[in-house]
């Protein structure tokens, strides 16, 4: 079957999409011996396609893991500004794969990655409606700020859902939420009053952080694969 080239270049594994259509762009792509420009399909079946003369392969097998993302990490594959990002903390794992999601970068805990796109697409997009549960600590007066974090808020202009928050400690809460909005806990607790002092991700979906080291990745097992597919 044709597929444009920026997604088979994706598909098995060396790059992003739009790192393809950039890498078409320079002339690197090949197909059949001839360069490629953007908008170009091919069938890997039929057709040789090539990056820098190095012929590509089918798509590569999808890899599920898990990382205990630690704070000082940015999450994405690269950073313009030379930061640590979490791809260099799942290099082992001996594949391409991006982090679904985002976690800050003060922020740790339960961070999927994958080189599967219709995993990624069922968790982040808001259709779906994946509960993302986080431990927060925070100071201030959280007696007060309870029932504004329970009821529905707004950022940017935009409803938001209303969150499950339980108290667990004198400063500890757990926020529940499906959105993914940028900071979206953090600034929810600003709007109620607290100052969030650490924050870490602990559930999406049916999956559970556990005690994984921080820092510290593995596979996830084909029990929440599956949870996750049906979500």
């Not at 080239?5 to 594994?13: D, H």
């Not at 898990?66 to 979490?86: C, F, S």
């Not at 808001?126 to 993302?132: G, I, L, M, N, T």
């Amino acid at each position: 079957m044709e597929e444009r080239l920026q997604k088979l270049l994706s598909a098995a594994g060396l790059c992003s999409r739009r790192t393809a259509e950039e890498y078409i762009e320079a002339g690197r792509v090949t197909v059949n011996g001839r360069a490629a420009k953007l908008g170009d399909k091919a069938d890997l079946g039929r057709d040789t396609v090539a990056l820098d003369g190095t012929e590509i392969g089918p798509a590569a097998e999808p890899v599920y893991l898990m990382l205990n993302k630690p704070r000082g990490y940015v999450t994405t594959l690269a950073d313009e500004q030379g930061r640590k990002t979490v791809a260099e903390l799942v290099s082992g794992c001996g594949v391409r794969v991006w982090p679904v999601g985002r976690l800050d970068l003060d922020s740790e805990g339960l961070l999927i990655l994958t080189n599967d796109g219709a995993l990624t697409h069922r968790l982040i997009h808001p259709s779906h409606e994946v509960d993302k549960q986080y431990l927060v600590m925070v100071a201030g007066d959280v007696e007060a700020a309870l029932p504004i974090l329970s009821r529905p808020m707004e950022l940017d202009g935009i409803a938001l859902a209303p969150a499950k928050v339980d108290r667990l400690g004198p400063n500890v809460l757990s926020v529940t939420i499906h959105e993914g909005r940028n900071r979206q806990v953090r600034r929810m607790c600003g709007q109620a009053g607290l100052t969030v002092k650490a924050l870490r991700r602990v559930r999406e979906g049916g999956v559970q952080l556990g005690g994984l080291k921080l820092g510290q990745w593995r596979h996830l097992t084909e029990e929440e694969i599956s949870a996750l597919y049906s979500l």
